[in-house]
Nanobody
Framework: QVQLVESGGGLVQPGGSLRLSCAAS????????MGWYRQAPGKQRELVSG???????NYADSVKGRFTISRDNAKNTVYLQMNSLKAEDTAVYSC?????????WGKGTLVTVSS
């Protein structure tokens, strides 16, 4: 059973930083692309960033230059380092992966950017 558990969210002031973690289990982690999505109140869920098993990355335009995705295959964990946070980054952040035709999601972690 694939499980994804996010952590690291919280309240941060504009301009601050947070690092999110997503611990995976029940899968051969290094083989699969991992993604971070976010959903702000009243908005659709959007892709923030993804990283392949080989370490290739992609980012939404809105976070390029501020967020960095990485993975530690020995720890079965994917990270999202978020710098220069803005109020519009406030959302529930969830990690996801696809195995075959099935998508797996964590429960998410709330990031609130506010002064």
């Amino acid at each position: 059973q694939v499980q994804l558990v996010e952590s690291g969210g919280g309240l941060v002031q504009p301009g601050g930083s947070l690092r999110l973690s997503c611990a995976a289990s029940g899968m051969t982690f290094s083989m699969y692309t991992m993604g971070w999505y976010r959903q702000a109140p009243g908005k659709q869920r959007e892709l923030v960033s993804g990283i392949t098993g080989a370490g290739n990355t992609n980012y939404a335009d809105s976070v390029k230059g501020r967020f960095t995705i990485s993975r530690d295959n020995a720890k079965n964990t994917v990270y999202l380092q978020m710098n220069s946070l803005k109020a519009e980054d406030t959302a529930v952040y969830s990690c996801t992966t696809r195995l075959g035709s099935l998508d797996y999601w964590g429960k998410g972690t709330l990031v609130t950017v506010s002064s």
